[in-house]
Antibody, heavy 125, light 106 residues
Framework: QVRLVESGGGVVQPGGSLRLSCAAS????????MYWVRQAAGTGLEWVTV????????HYADSVKGRFAISRDKARNTLYLQMSGLRTEDAAVYYC??????????????????WGIGTTVAVSS | DIQMTQSPSSLSASVGDRVTITCRAS??????LNWYQQKPGKAPKLLIY???RLQSGVPSRFSGIGSGTDFTLSISSLQPEDLAVYFC????????FGQGTRLEIK
């Protein structure tokens, strides 16, 4: 069964650090690009960071650039999000999501076909 | 950055109604448009990818159409379990989302 399970959320003070984990089962992270997406309470979805299937390329939203880092442990089949310099506006539910590819002659289409259950980050003094 | 704008922000409809949600991109994104459904307290779920392709397991009452900058998600006959927030997302350049459309059942 294909599944993603996030963990590591909690309450942290402004300026603090936290590492989120996303454990994959039923497939290999090595074969897929992966996203972290967050959702503040009562608001919409914001992409945070994305990494290519082999980890060679990563992109970050301007709001987290220089503070967050995405990585993966192949042996553990787990994706991570290292967050530092946390701000109150980083408080959200954080989801990891798998990127699936639909290939056609006209190009490759990407979409998030598997999502985790989410883990909640609260930033408060 | 590509901005995605959905309309309406919320709507209320009755069971059996046809419902339409619109998504507009700030630039031409071809068919690089996906739709997600998020039920209360749950993670988003993929409904439509590449503007019009129905994800496996999604009921056929859901459909998508559009290209370029204007896209539409339709529900042909609204069901009680369709209560959710619906998001569009462009995949032309990283993945930015629309602000969401909250669908309520009358």
């Amino acid at each position: 069964q294909v599944r993603l399970v996030e963990s590591g959320g909690g309450v942290v003070q402004p300026g603090g650090s936290l590492r989120l984990s996303c454990a994959a089962s039923g497939f290999s992270l090595n074969d897929y690009g992966m996203y972290w997406v967050r959702q503040a309470a009562g608001t919409g979805l914001e992409w945070v960071t994305v990494t290519s299937y082999d980890g060679s390329t990563s992109h970050y939203a301007d709001s987290v650039k220089g503070r967050f880092a995405i990585s993966r442990d192949k042996a553990r089949n787990t994706l991570y999000l290292q967050m530092s310099g946390l701000r109150t506006e980083d408080a959200a539910v954080y989801y990891c999501a798998r990127v699936q590819t639909y290939s056609t002659e006209g190009g490759d289409f990407y979409y998030m076909d598997v999502w985790g259950i989410g883990t909640t980050v609260a930033v408060s003094s | 950055d590509i901005q995605m704008t959905q309309s309406p922000s919320s709507l209320s409809a009755s069971v059996g109604d046809r419902v339409t949600i619109t998504c507009r991109a700030s630039q031409d994104i071809g068919n690089y448009l996906n739709w997600y459904q998020q039920k209360p307290g749950k993670a988003p779920k993929l409904l439509i990818y590449a503007a019009s392709r129905l994800q496996s397991g999604v009921p056929s009452r859901f459909s998508g159409i559009g290209s370029g900058t204007d896209f539409t998600l339709s529900i042909s006959s609204l069901q009680p379990e369709d209560l959710a927030v619906y998001f569009c997302q462009q995949s032309y350049s990283t993945f930015s989302f629309g602000q969401g459309t909250r669908l309520e059942i009358k």
